[in-house]
């Protein structure tokens, strides 16, 4: 199986801030990753389909890069309202092996 | 709109089998396309693929899993069924379902989640 791998497991950010989060995968996955949010007590939400494209309703703040095995999630100014859990997740085979998460906390 | 809801026991003791039942609205299991996946989260820890059923009938499973796995639907109903058998408590998780489209599958839409706690 794949195994994705977060990077940091947990920050701390002010509002305002830029905030990036990388997830590297164990083998070429192509494009085929994708990002969820995740609030506490709640279902995840679809952030990042495909590496860089922005399901209708998701904020331009967020924003997805990279190929092949080094993928990017960008928060360009950090809102209240963002911290949360983040989650990678290969499409490329099944399973679609998840990362094991990044925590984004206020500091 | 699309709405999916989960539902099953909430309690199960070891070495039983758990039935879990994604009921759907707002799309259809029948239309080209349509996939519905089972997705678990044990408490504090990171989510975890099971299974996956498309509007074909064509089944995958997570490997590791596979053997203790079977995922169904019930087109008429809305309805997609996860089994999985000799439950052990490192089983205690919640369990999502969640609706892709075809490969390569990411989920748009998600359940609020069923938690089921395996213990005797």
């Known amino acids: 199986d794949i195994q994705m791998t977060q990077s940091p497991t947990s920050l701390s950010a002010s509002a305002g801030d830029r905030v990036t989060i990388t997830c590297r995968a164990s083998?070429?996955?192509?494009?085929?990753l994708n990002w969820y949010q995740q609030k506490p007590g709640k279902a995840p939400k679809l952030l990042i389909y495909i590496a860089s494209s922005l399901p209708t309703g998701v904020p331009s703040r967020f924003s997805g890069s990279g190929s092949g095995t080094d993928f990017t999630l960008t928060i360009s100014s950090l809102q209240p309202e963002d911290f949360a859990t983040y989650y990678c997740?290969?499409?490329?085979?099944?399973?679609?092996?998840f990362g094991q998460g990044t925590k984004v906390e206020i500091k | 709109q699309v709405t999916l809801r989960e539902s099953g026991p909430a309690l199960v003791k070891p070495t039983q089998t758990l039935t879990l039942t994604c009921t759907f609205s707002?799309?259809?299991?029948?239309?080209?396309?349509?996939?519905v996946s089972w997705i678990r989260q044990p408490p504090g820890k990171a989510l975890e693929w099971l299974a996956l059923i498309d509007w074909d009938d064509d089944k995958y499973y997570n490997t590791s899993l596979k053997t203790r796995l079977t995922i169904s639907k019930d087109t008429s109903k809305n309805q997609v069924v996860l089994v999985m058998t000799n439950l052990d408590p490192v089983d205690t998780a919640t369990y999502y379902c969640?609706?892709?489209?075809?490969?390569?599958?990411?989920?748009?839409?998600w359940g609020q989640g069923a938690l089921v706690t395996v213990s005797s």
């Open positions: 083998q070429s996955i192509s494009n085929y």
């Open positions: 969640a609706r892709s489209g075809s490969y390569p599958y990411y989920f748009d839409n």
């Open positions: 997740q290969q499409s490329y085979s099944t399973p679609g092996t």
């Open positions: 707002g799309f259809s299991l029948s239309k080209s396309g349509m996939c």
